[in-house]
């Protein structure tokens, strides 16, 4: 599975992105997927992970209530729509993808990882 992010720029605090990551291979529907974010000079973190068919969402407290994940399966693309950003939503942003469709928060269980999608959200 290859992943692609996309969707960052720079927003004002208070407004929304969101964000996509295209994957290719034919696995993509067997795979939960997780999207994870790193401030510049700390550890990449959890946001929200789905499950392989969706109905399953997992979401770090930082982002719930104003993030929603969601997939489309026969687009092979998940998204992350974020609502009500805060200037500490700053990050890099990377998609990743497991074998299995159990919904986790820790990086060590992604097999798959895209490049990042930069979200600057300034005050």
């Known amino acids: 599975v290859q992943l692609q992010a996309s969707g960052g720029g720079l927003v004002q605090a208070g407004e929304s992105l969101k964000l996509s990551c295209a994957a290719s291979?034919?696995?993509?529907?067997?795979?939960?997927v997780g999207w994870f974010r790193q401030a510049t000079g700390k550890e990449r973190e959890f946001v929200a992970a789905i499950s392989e068919s969706g109905g399953a969402t997992y979401y770090a407290d930082s982002g719930k209530g104003r993030f929603t994940i969601s997939r489309d399966n026969a687009k092979n693309t998940v998204y992350l729509q974020m609502n009500s950003l805060k200037p500490e939503d700053t990050g890099v942003y990377y998609c990743?993808?497991?074998?299995?469709?159990?919904?986790?928060?820790?990086?060590?269980?992604?097999?798959?990882w895209g490049q990042g999608t930069l979200v600057t959200v300034s005050s």
């Open positions: 990743a993808a497991k074998r299995g469709g159990s919904v986790v928060s820790t990086l060590e269980s992604y097999d798959y």
């Open positions: 291979g034919r696995s993509f529907s067997s795979t939960a």
